[in-house]
C-alpha cells in the first residue's frame, strides 16, 4: 500500500475508484505496474495501490478504502467492482453509499437494466456542453426500484445515462449508453445529481493511464509526454533542440552599371 498524499477524503461527498495499467511504467522484463487508486469529486488522490492484475482489483477493494470515514460518502467504481460484497461492504460496514457501473461482465443485472421501460421514466436530466472541438448531450435518466426484479443488495434506484458526441469539424456523431445501480432514493439523489456521480468516474480513468509524478494535488502523469515549457521550469535534456540549420546566404552583387556609376574610376 502506498498512500501517495496524506490526504483526508473529508470535505468531499463522493470518492471514485478505479485501477488502470500505468502507461510507461514497464522497465526491462518488469511487468506494467497496474494501480488501483481512489480519487475525491475535486481530483485529488487519497491513496493507491499496486496490485499484481485486475483480477486482483477485486479482492484488494475494501483494504483500499479501510483506512478512511466513509459516512455518508457515495463511493462510484467501474463495472469490475459492480460486485454484492462490495455493496455490503459500503453500506453495511463503512455507512457509505454506492454508485456502480454495469456493464456486459453482469450479464444478468444488464440483460435486466436493458428491458427496463427507460421511455416512461419521468425522472430525467439534460445536460449540455461545448468544447474541445465537440458538442456533448447527457440524458440522465432514473427509475425507483420497486418490484423490477433488480437482485441487487441494497439497491433504491436504476439509471440510464445516453451520451451524444458530435464532431464540430467533421460532424461525426457517436453514442454510449450507460447504466449504474445504486443505493440512494429519489429524495436524496435526483437524476441530475446521479448523473454527476456518474462523471466522477470518467476523469480518474483518463488520469490513471499516466505514471504518478510530483504534480500538485496527487494528480498523475506521464513523464514521457511533451509538453510545453512554463516559466521557471528547469532546463531538462530534451527541452534543448538543435540550431536548425540556414542555407547560406549569398550577397546580392549590384549590376556592374550601377558600380561603375558610384565608384568612377580614378
Same mark, same amino acid.
Given at each position: 500500500?502506498?498512500?501517495?498524499?496524506?490526504?483526508?477524503?473529508?470535505?468531499?461527498?463522493?470518492?471514485?475508484?478505479?485501477?488502470?495499467?500505468?502507461?510507461?511504467?514497464?522497465?526491462?522484463?518488469?511487468?506494467?505496474? /497496474?494501480?488501483?487508486?481512489?480519487?475525491?469529486?475535486?481530483?485529488?488522490?487519497?491513496? @493507491? %495501490?499496486?496490485?499484481?492484475?485486475?483480477?486482483?482489483?477485486?479482492?484488494?477493494?475494501?483494504?483500499? =478504502?479501510?483506512? %478512511?470515514?466513509?459516512?455518508? %460518502?457515495? *463511493?462510484?467504481?467501474?463495472?469490475?467492482?459492480?460486485?454484492?460484497?462490495?455493496?455490503? &461492504? =459500503?453500506?453495511?460496514?463503512?455507512?457509505?453509499?454506492?454508485?456502480?457501473?454495469?456493464?456486459?461482465? $453482469?450479464?444478468?443485472? #444488464?440483460? +435486466?437494466?436493458?428491458?427496463?421501460?427507460?421511455?416512461?421514466?419521468?425522472?430525467?436530466?439534460?445536460?449540455?456542453?461545448?468544447?474541445?472541438?465537440?458538442?456533448?448531450? +447527457?440524458?440522465?435518466?432514473?427509475?425507483?426500484?420497486?418490484?423490477?426484479?433488480?437482485?441487487?443488495? #441494497? &439497491?433504491?434506484?436504476?439509471?440510464? &445515462?445516453?451520451? #451524444? /458526441?458530435?464532431?464540430?469539424?467533421?460532424?461525426?456523431?457517436?453514442?454510449?449508453?450507460?447504466?449504474?445501480?445504486?443505493? =440512494?432514493?429519489?429524495?436524496?439523489?435526483?437524476? @441530475? /445529481?446521479?448523473?454527476?456521480?456518474?462523471?466522477? $468516474?470518467?476523469? *480518474?480513468?483518463?488520469?490513471?493511464? %499516466?505514471?504518478?509524478?510530483?504534480?500538485?494535488?496527487?494528480?498523475?502523469?506521464?513523464?514521457?509526454?511533451?509538453?510545453?515549457?512554463? #516559466?521557471?521550469?528547469?532546463? $531538462?535534456?530534451?527541452?534543448?533542440?538543435?540550431?536548425? !540549420?540556414?542555407?547560406?546566404? /549569398?550577397?546580392?552583387?549590384?549590376?556592374? !552599371?550601377?558600380?561603375?556609376?558610384?565608384?568612377?574610376?580614378?
Amino acid at each position: 500500500m502506498a498512500d501517495l498524499t496524506g490526504a483526508d477524503p473529508s470535505g468531499s461527498d463522493s470518492i471514485a475508484v478505479d485501477g488502470k495499467a500505468a502507461r510507461g511504467s514497464r522497465r526491462g522484463e518488469l511487468p506494467t505496474a /497496474h494501480l488501483l487508486a481512489a480519487m475525491t469529486s475535486d481530483g485529488l488522490t487519497v491513496t @493507491q %495501490f499496486r496490485v499484481a492484475d485486475e483480477t486482483d482489483e477485486i479482492t484488494r477493494f475494501a483494504a483500499l =478504502l479501510e483506512p %478512511f470515514d466513509l459516512t455518508g %460518502f457515495t *463511493i462510484t467504481a467501474d463495472a469490475l467492482h459492480t460486485q454484492r460484497a462490495h455493496a455490503h &461492504i =459500503l453500506v453495511e460496514a463503512k455507512n457509505a453509499h454506492y454508485l456502480l457501473v454495469v456493464k456486459a461482465n $453482469q450479464p444478468a443485472l #444488464h440483460r +435486466r437494466l436493458r428491458s427496463l421501460p427507460w421511455k416512461d421514466v419521468t425522472a430525467r436530466r439534460y445536460d449540455r456542453e461545448r468544447g474541445h472541438g465537440r458538442r456533448e448531450t +447527457r440524458v440522465t435518466r432514473a427509475l425507483t426500484v420497486t418490484d423490477l426484479g433488480l437482485d441487487f443488495p #441494497h &439497491i433504491a434506484q436504476a439509471v440510464r &445515462i445516453r451520451r #451524444h /458526441h458530435t464532431d464540430l469539424k467533421t460532424g461525426t456523431v457517436s453514442r454510449q449508453t450507460i447504466y449504474a445501480v445504486n443505493d =440512494l432514493t429519489l429524495h436524496q439523489a435526483s437524476p @441530475q /445529481h446521479l448523473g454527476q456521480l456518474a462523471r466522477l $468516474q470518467w476523469p *480518474i480513468e483518463n488520469r490513471l493511464h %499516466f505514471v504518478r509524478d510530483t504534480t500538485p494535488r496527487g494528480r498523475l502523469k506521464d513523464p514521457h509526454r511533451s509538453r510545453p515549457r512554463q #516559466h521557471g521550469d528547469l532546463a $531538462q535534456p530534451g527541452d534543448q533542440h538543435p540550431p536548425r !540549420r540556414q542555407a547560406p546566404q /549569398h550577397r546580392r552583387r549590384h549590376p556592374a !552599371r550601377l558600380l561603375r556609376a558610384i565608384h568612377p574610376p580614378a
